[in-house]
């Protein structure tokens, strides 16, 4: 498998506080809506495309579909990985400025890192920049 | 694009740290695919997910992986 080295932290800062910002999700653990293809869990190379869930989906609207971590935490309550149950609370207590309409799903195992580094992960930030429209993202994994 | 704030929220930092996000946080102790607690732990859910977001207006620390205790998760 490639091995990535990062050398420098693409790091940037928020010029606004919670209160204001809208929020996405974009997690690596296999979470997508069960209307929507599975993730390919039969390619060994592993899946480099990503879902779109939408910031009113239920538990019941999710499933998780990932072979290289034990979900049946995630099965049985997804906020465990996909916390968009809680982000709705914070944002009605007014902790955040509220919940992105669309948020991320893929399965975060690959043989090929180097396109998901350099074709996945970019595609992933010009959703959330340009649809979801998000200020800021909470990452998770499995 | 000018890019966009993140936190991570992970399980796994050795794997997280090769990365160097450029906000992390390890829940001491949860394991892989209990990232903000185990099912029907909503307070601890919430705790972990307002944690993160607060890194975000904190002062940064980037490429490193923030660790917290979350004794509850254990109990």
Redesign the interface.
């Known amino acids: 498998m490639t091995?990535?080295?990062?050398k420098c932290?693409?790091?940037?800062?928020?010029d606004r506080?919670?209160a204001k910002?809208t929020?996405a999700l974009?997690s690596a653990?296999g979470v997508h809506e069960k209307d929507q293809e599975p993730f390919n869990i039969a390619d060994e190379l592993g899946d480099l495309t990503f879902r779109i869930i939408g910031g009113d989906a239920v538990f019941s609207d999710l499933m998780v579909t990932h072979h290289h971590?034990?979900?049946?935490?995630?099965d049985?309550?997804i906020?465990?990985?996909f916390?968009l149950d809680?982000?709705r609370?914070?944002a009605s207590e007014g902790?955040?400025g509220g919940v992105a309409k669309e948020h991320v799903g893929y399965m975060g195992y690959t043989m090929q890192l180097r396109q998901m580094y350099e074709q996945t992960a970019p595609a992933i930030?010009?959703q959330?920049?340009k649809k979801s429209k998000?200020?800021?993202?909470?990452?998770?994994?499995? | 694009?000018?890019?966009?704030?993140?936190?991570?929220?992970?399980?796994?930092p050795e794997a997280?740290r090769?990365?160097?996000?450029?906000r992390a946080i390890y829940p001491k102790g949860f394991k892989?695919?209990?990232?903000?607690?185990?099912?029907?732990m909503?307070d601890l859910?919430?705790k972990v997910?307002?944690d993160?977001?607060?890194m975000?207006?904190e002062p940064?620390h980037?490429?490193e992986i923030i660790e917290r205790e979350y004794p509850e998760y254990a109990a």
């Open positions: 091995t990535i080295h990062r932290v693409p790091f940037t800062p928020l506080g919670l910002c929020v974009v653990g971590y034990d979900h049946s935490d995630a049985r309550d906020n465990v990985i916390p809680i982000l609370e914070l902790f955040i930030a010009v959330i920049d998000a200020d800021v993202v909470v990452l998770t994994g499995g | 694009m000018r890019g966009i704030p993140t936190v991570l929220i992970t399980v796994g997280s090769q990365m160097r996000p450029p892989i695919g209990n990232s903000l607690g185990r099912p029907g909503r859910q919430k997910l307002r993160a977001l607060v975000l207006t940064a980037p490429g």
